[in-house]
């Protein structure tokens, strides 16, 4: 048994960064619950609840959701979180206001949390990486046209799906995620700075080779 299982843990970094990749690696290794954010909203969208509704409006445009309704959702989660489950927060806090909430939300039910990972990566590199992505939609897979193509042009191999491109991965609206990034996010980097609580894991590289940096640093806590 390790003693990952149980804590509480948030990656960090830009769209692009690879946080979604290393989530799905801690997940089924310790078996810690994912909480993205991104995802959360996507599947409201495909659902057609108001939620979906408000969020795509500023998802098509790459623009933050509101801090209220993005630590409304994430506190909902929580909240009906069992004690011993430990959790992954993958894309949030993306603002000092959330990341203030989280701690207010954490701190009402008894948790704390035991490490970020901050996934680091030039800019020049996570805009290829955003732009260049294709996934399945239903099945979640995710390959990239130069990096991590399907052997068949725009078909899942695993499902056969037809493989789609992000609204938002399109040119125009990555380069106002990564502004939103690097004007609004980068600065939460601090908050947990202070608390010493930050690792820095060097984001490029094979997938692989990053999860065991992760893991390097997880052993720690
Ligand atoms: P992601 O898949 O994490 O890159 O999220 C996709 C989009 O969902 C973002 O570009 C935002 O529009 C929205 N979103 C996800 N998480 C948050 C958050 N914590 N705060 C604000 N907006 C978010």
């Known amino acids: ?81 069992p004690d011993f489950q430990g959790f992954i927060l993958d894309g949030v806090p993306r603002t000092l206001i959330q990341a203030q909430d989280l701690k207010k939300i954490m701190d009402k039910l008894g948790r704390h949390l035991h490490k970020v990972l901050y996934l680091k990566l030039e800019k020049n590199l996570l805009m290829k990486r955003l ?30 799906e037809k493989l789609i491109q992000r609204k938002d991965d399109q040119e125009e609206v990555v380069k106002e995620r990564l502004s939103a990034y690097f004007r609004q996010t980068v600065p939460v980097l601090d908050f947990y700075r202070d608390q010493n609580i930050l690792e820095e894991i060097e984001g490029e590289g094979a997938p692989e080779e990053i999860f065991l940096q992760i893991q390097k640093s997880l052993n720690f806590i």
């Open 131 to 160: 732009t260049g992505r294709r996934v399945a939609e239903k099945s979640g897979h995710v390959y990239h046209i130069q990096f991590h193509p399907p052997r068949q042009s725009d078909i899942c191999d695993k499902t056969g």
């Open 1 to 81: 048994m390790s003693n990952i299982e149980g804590k509480n843990i948030i990656i960090f970094g830009a769209p692009g960064s690879g946080k979604g990749t290393q989530s799905a690696f801690l997940i089924s290794r310790f078996g810690l619950r994912h909480i993205s954010t991104g995802d959360l909203f996507r599947s409201a969208i495909q659902n057609k609840t108001p939620l979906g509704v408000k969020a795509r409006s500023y998802m098509d445009r790459g623009k933050l959701v509101p801090d209220s309704i993005v630590m409304g959702m994430v506190k909902e989660v929580l909240d009906v979180l």
